[in-house]
């Protein structure tokens, strides 16, 4: 079985630009998480997605949006990125999420430079 | 406002030796405390996981251990290897949030373990 595939692996932007990052997440999976990964936050969770309905936000400001499609996959948007935006991007997915946690499978993410 | 607490930033350890991570949380709705370990150019991977009404959960070399009224679990890596060498992750988690059923993990800010052959 495939793992969860993120597309692209690497990305470089510039101040001011918007960027939208993919995730596929293993067949059968239905919830997808998105985190991000920095040297001085560590990793700090994004958002949740489950059947196309945003289950469970973070910290993080409206810039920062997703959505997920009827094939589970899912997209992350940040929008006006400035220069501390630059992280890995991780996405994780699991099964359905319902009542007792499953586990997590994170992607190998994407690692955006903002200059 | 850091949920989940770990120290130490990083370890070295000598081949066959033993590894000691431990983390602290404050947020008692935690009932999962799962370990992720990450090698670069990886996302996290799942590496052991702990409920509360458990003290001590064992998968080959590793161990961890839970200590629910201080609040504190840690995880043990018997016979350190150089395979070993990741950055660790602990995290906590409140399985079922009432009304949304969402999940979300807090993790900790990850040691960084050499070890060295």
């Known amino acids: 079985k495939a793992g969860v595939t993120q597309t692209p692996r690497y990305l470089i932007k510039t101040r001011g630009q918007q960027v939208t990052l993919s995730c596929s997440p293993i067949?059968?999976?239905?919830?997808v998480s998105w985190y991000q990964q920095t040297p001085g936050q560590g990793l700090q969770f994004l958002f949740e997605y489950f059947s196309e309905t945003q289950r469970n936000k973070g910290n993080f400001p409206g810039r920062f949006s997703g959505r997920q499609f009827s094939n589970s996959r899912s997209e992350m948007n940040v929008s006006t990125l400035e220069l501390g935006d630059s992280a890995l991007y991780l996405c994780a997915s699991s099964r359905s999420g319902q009542g007792a946690l499953e586990t997590q499978y994170f992607g190998p993410g994407t690692r955006l430079l903002v200059l | 406002q850091q949920q989940v607490k770990q120290s130490p930033q990083s370890l070295i350890v000598q081949k066959g030796g033993i590894s000691i991570i431990n983390c602290a949380y404050e947020n008692t709705a935690f009932d999962y405390f799962p370990w992720y370990q990450q090698f670069p150019g990886k996302g996290p991977a799942l590496l052991i996981a702990i409920r509360p009404d458990v003290s001590e959960k064992k998968e080959g070399r590793f161990t961890i251990s839970f200590n629910k009224s201080a609040k504190q679990f840690s995880l043990h890596i018997m016979d350190s290897q150089p395979g070993d060498s990741a950055t660790y992750f602990c995290a906590a988690s409140i399985r079922f949030v009432a009304k949304t059923g969402a999940n979300n993990l807090f993790f900790g800010t990850g040691t960084r373990l050499t070890v060295i052959p």
């Open positions: 067949s059968g999976h239905r919830s």
